[in-house]
């Protein structure tokens, strides 16, 4: 089954506009830790944020931010006045106790931002 | 910069003729990771190292091999590629935190081999 959703697969906006990035997850464990990464065209996966699952304080960086809800098993990810340079696929991922905190993607999300 | 380097960035291998990946780390992370991704896909593990204990993913293929010779060098070691092995190699390493989870993973540029 699986345990990350990234239901859209491709998402295109106009530079400036704000876009949101679905991730929904599936545990059963009360620990866990669920991440964003960047992978733009060149191919190496950047790390954006990790957040535990006692913390469900939303975080803000710069035009970056996150808004995680565990009564919906969501861990959405907004870009504010987005700019091209945005344009990459973005990853969620959880890591799990019981799953020895490897990591369990989503199948990403392509981002296309356009001039 | 500390940083995850892997070389070379782009490798073209003939199909049977073994290749070898390499991946350096200056992180001092005691837990690195080997990844396989293949277009418009998510990675997907191939082994990770916790020190020197090595641990293989179920469904990783014999074909491929992997050294740790010490903490900062880890090798892929692909014996007989086939054209199925054409993807992104991508090495990644993280550091365990107290109480065995462990800290989100650093990832290298990744390595694009080709298999003809």
């Known amino acids: 089954a699986q345990k990350v959703t990234q239901a859209q697969t491709e998402i295109s906006v106009v530079e400036k506009e704000d876009v949101t990035l679905d991730c929904v997850y599936e545990?059963?464990?009360?620990?866990?830790?669920l991440f964003w990464y960047k992978q733009p065209p060149s191919g190496e996966l950047v790390f954006l944020i990790r957040r535990n699952s006692f913390d469900e304080q939303n975080e803000i960086s710069g035009r970056y931010s996150w808004n995680f809800q565990k009564s919906t098993s969501s861990f959405n990810f907004t870009i504010t006045a987005s700019q091209v340079v945005d344009s990459a696929v973005y990853f969620c991922?959880?890591?799990?106790?019981?799953?020895?905190?490897?990591?369990?993607w989503g199948a990403g999300t392509k981002l296309i931002i356009k001039p | 910069d500390a940083m995850v380097i892997q070389n070379p960035r782009y490798q073209v291998t003939q199909f049977g003729k073994p290749v070898t990946l390499s991946c350096s780390q200056t992180?001092?992370?005691?837990?690195m990771y080997w990844y396989q991704q293949k277009s418009s896909q998510a990675p997907k593990l191939l082994f990770h190292?916790?020190?020197?204990?090595?641990?293989n993913e179920a469904d990783t293929p014999d074909n491929f091999q992997s050294r740790r010779p010490n903490t900062s060098f880890c090798f892929l070691d692909i014996r007989s590629p086939g054209l199925g092995d054409t993807a992104m190699y991508l090495c990644?390493?993280?550091?365990?935190?107290?109480?065995?989870?462990?800290?989100?993973?650093?990832f290298g540029p990744g390595t694009r081999l080709t298999v003809l």
């Open positions: 991922a959880l890591s799990e106790a019981g799953s020895n905190y490897q990591l369990i």
């Open positions: 990644a390493t993280s550091r365990e935190r107290p109480g065995g989870s462990y800290n989100e993973q650093f």
């Open positions: 190292y916790y020190d020197k204990d090595f641990n």
């Open positions: 545990t059963r464990d009360t620990t866990y830790y």
């Open positions: 992180l001092n992370h005691n837990v």
